[in-house]
């Protein structure tokens, strides 16, 4: 594991620790594991000279933070400004300094070398970490012991923060070499690390299902141990500075058999209206959490773990979409956890991702890493591991193990900061904004219908020959377009259109019309949540 220094000031203990290995190179040490790529630390023994001497052949090729996915911040002796930085570094997150040494191999002689990452704080306070370790050629990605690891506290990570890092004989008796041109250091001056000042939050509400079915009786464990490790997960995967989770209501399902996908699926269905049913703000995601009895929810084709209504835009009338099923177990095996960042995924907007020998439906065509592969060193900032990019795959994707993508972290962040900002300016749903919401299986026939604030943003696509009618009697009052979203797994839709006037007062039935077919509901059979006087508590 990867211990973060709780030291301030000059420090002679490395502010990584050691627990487990990294991947290597031929020649390296270490070997890899298979939950996450760690770090060795180095003892640095060798006493330090009596003044500090600049190293001698060495200089810093790279200087990357990673508060989740690396961010480059020096390169060759040069700060890096925000043109060449690939992802946003978010406040108050733990983040790993990561620094590459660069060797000329004319006059190098492997020894002991210091680096120091000095930290200039907004108020004039500087914090100086120190880690010795040896250095034997030129730093590798692939292995983490030829470089130098820093953790820089949550608390140091604030705007206007700079930073500087600099390498130094630790031993003596290397005076004598020729002293570098230009100092190794980077960059010349302190420069800004460029931590966002912008509030990212996420609010989750997990359902726990106390569920009864054919051969199983089980329980979500609602222990705050079990919703931390959902915490962790969600939160070391998005840029986030707050994450509010909380346990919902236990949800009771005597009804169903959740091995079968056509009753998985109404689950679904269930969980979405269940969301209405609450109308909490439009930025907070629901996610029901069962446990089948570990039971593959499949024909014979795979396992279906969760699934979400379809894939949302930003626009707080898209909440219908922010909801998710999941089971927690495959057999013995936990599942629930990567399940559960996955299928929020969907609901922050994210589609597939593809990946071999996995297949996806709808992935997104512009990833731009082959195989899915994340791209960039991932770190995780609650359990402090490294993943490597050549063995992970985005999140998004079916192969394992997975981790967030560069890609997929600016996404998030840009989903995350819209829906933030809805609180942070007092805002929510318009007054009187309201939709008609169906979840339809075509395979089965079965059509749930129900009301509840929305609305469809322009920019939604329509498409021709979808439509849905209201009716009065035998008399069609309003006919209005439908947004058409596909499940992201399996064979439903879920379909949206905007409310009219005269809904509570005129209308007695509703009519889906699509090219195939048609659905007929009464207006009785249509659960109405768009009214205050109609809700439940939210909790």
Excluded at 495 to 519: F, H, N, W
Aim: proline residues 8%; charged residues 20%; negative net charge.
């Amino acid at each position: 594991m990867i211990a973060f220094a709780l030291a301030c000031g000059h420090t002679e203990e490395p502010p990584l620790g050691e627990e487990g290995s990294a991947d290597t190179e031929p020649g390296d040490e270490g070997t890899s594991s298979g939950g996450g790529d760690e770090v060795e630390e180095s003892t640095g023994e060798t006493p330090p000279p009596a003044e500090d001497v600049p190293a001698r052949g060495a200089r810093i090729s790279l200087v990357e933070a990673n508060p989740g996915v690396a961010v480059p911040i020096g390169r060759d002796g040069e700060w890096v400004g925000a043109e060449g930085r690939n992802s946003p570094l978010p406040k108050g997150r733990d983040t790993a300094v990561r620094v590459y040494v660069d060797v000329d191999e004319s006059v190098w002689v492997q020894r002991d070398i210091e680096a120091r990452l000095h930290l200039v704080l907004p108020d004039g306070t500087e914090e100086v970490l120190s880690q010795v370790t040896t250095v034997a050629g030129d730093s590798s990605t692939t292995s983490m012991q030829s470089g130098f690891l820093f953790g820089v506290l949550a608390e140091w990570m604030v705007p206007g923060v700079r930073y500087q890092v600099e390498l130094l004989e630790a031993g003596e008796g290397y005076e004598g070499l020729p002293e570098p041109a230009v100092a190794p250091i980077t960059p010349a001056e302190p420069g800004y690390i460029g931590v966002e000042d912008t509030d990212l939050q996420m609010k989750v509400v997990v359902v726990p299902v106390d569920y009864t079915g054919p051969g199983c009786s089980t329980m979500v464990d609602t222990s705050e141990e079990t919703l931390q490790r959902y915490e962790d997960a969600m939160y070391q995967q998005n840029p986030l500075t707050s994450i509010d989770i909380q346990w919902g209501p236990p949800y009771v399902v005597n009804d169903l058999d959740l091995s079968n996908p056509d009753d998985f699926f109404t689950l679904l269905n269930r969980a979405v209206q269940l969301r209405a049913s609450y109308s909490p703000d439009p930025n907070v995601y629901y996610y029901v959490l069962f446990d089948n009895c570990g039971a593959c929810i499949g024909d014979g084709g795979g396992c279906v773990l969760g699934v979400a209504p379809g894939i949302p835009d930003e626009s707080m009338g898209a909440a219908t979409y922010r909801a998710a099923i999941g089971t927690q177990f495959l057999g013995n095996d936990e599942v629930g956890i990567e399940t559960f960042v996955h299928e929020i995924g969907h609901t922050q907007g994210r589609q597939h991702v593809a990946c071999p020998g996995a297949a996806a439906a709808g992935p997104d065509v512009t990833y731009p890493y082959d195989g899915g592969t994340t791209g960039v060193w991932g770190f995780g900032v609650r359990d402090f591991q490294f993943r490597n990019p050549s063995t992970h795959t985005d999140y998004m994707s079916y192969c394992n193990p997975t981790w967030v993508s560069d890609w997929q972290w600016n996404a998030t962040y840009d989903r995350i900061r819209a829906l933030t900002s809805w609180d942070a300016a007092s805002v929510g749903m318009p007054d009187g904004d309201a939709v008609l919401v169906g979840m339809i299986n075509p395979e089965t026939g079965e059509a749930s219908w129900w009301t509840e604030p929305g609305f469809i943003a322009d920019a939604v696509e329509r498409p021709a020959g979808h439509e849905l009618r209201f009716l009065a009697g035998d008399e069609v009052i309003d006919v209005e377009s439908v947004q058409v979203e596909a499940w992201t797994e399996g064979p439903g839709i879920t379909v949206r259109a905007p409310l009219p006037a005269g809904y509570d007062a005129e209308v007695t039935a509703i009519e889906y019309r699509e090219p195939a077919r048609s659905y007929l509901a009464p207006r009785e059979s249509v659960a109405s949540y768009h009214r205050p006087d109609s809700l439940t508590t939210a909790p």
